[in-house]
């Protein structure tokens, strides 16, 4: 069945544009393409960095001329004051930062605050833990014998936090450990 031809006044019915046609059009110039991979990787280095950098060092970092990267950079800086980022780069001190946005403070602090603390071992207890570790496997009176210290609680501490010290048997006399 043949297509009915189009009346007066309605708009020609578009054509179809294949897949290779939409790749070609999307394909940026060679010089565009070089300078998205650029600001990439400054964006990059920003975001890596603790203190901020000048356009210098990150265009002698890049081998790449500053004013090209400062052009870069200015962008960047632009795309990311835009109100659908979190983040921003600003300058800071004469260099530039990554940070976030002043206006998320609040919600990143609780945030922070709701996170677990990691573990943290006393020495004695990372002590403990290396001997374990080494001398696998091992009984807590071989490991008070190594660390030369009298009972201690590193053991049961670690044991109850990370189940370290397994139940077993030894092979010495009296069959200690079970």
């Known amino acids: 069945m043949k297509p009915a031809p189009e009346a007066e006044g309605e708009a020609p019915a578009p054509e179809e544009v294949s897949s290779e046609q939409l790749f070609l059009n999307a394909q940026a ?9 650029l600001r990439a990787m400054i964006e990059a280095v920003v975001y890596i960095t603790d203190e ?12 790449q001329p500053v004013n090209v990267v400062a052009k870069l950079l200015e962008e960047l800086t632009a795309e990311y004051n835009k109100p659908e980022h979190g983040l921003t780069v600003r300058e800071v001190a004469g260099g530039y930062k990554m940070g976030t946005k ?6 990143i ?35 008070l ?29 009296g069959r200690p450990g079970g």
């Open 145 to 173: 014998e190594i660390r030369g210290s009298h009972r201690s609680q590193p053991e049961l501490r670690l044991a109850a936090r990370q189940g370290v010290l397994e139940p077993g048997r030894g092979t010495q006399g």
């Open 102 to 107: 002043p206006e998320h403070h609040e919600a």
């Open 52 to 63: 901020p950098l000048t356009a210098a060092q990150i265009a002698a970092a890049l081998e």
């Open 109 to 143: 602090r609780t945030f922070v605050k709701s996170l677990k603390p990691p573990l943290k071992l006393s020495l004695a207890a990372l002590e403990t833990l290396s001997v374990i570790a080494y001398k696998q496997p091992i009984t807590a009176p071989e490991v």
């Open 29 to 37: 110039s060679p010089e565009e393409s070089a300078n998205s991979h």
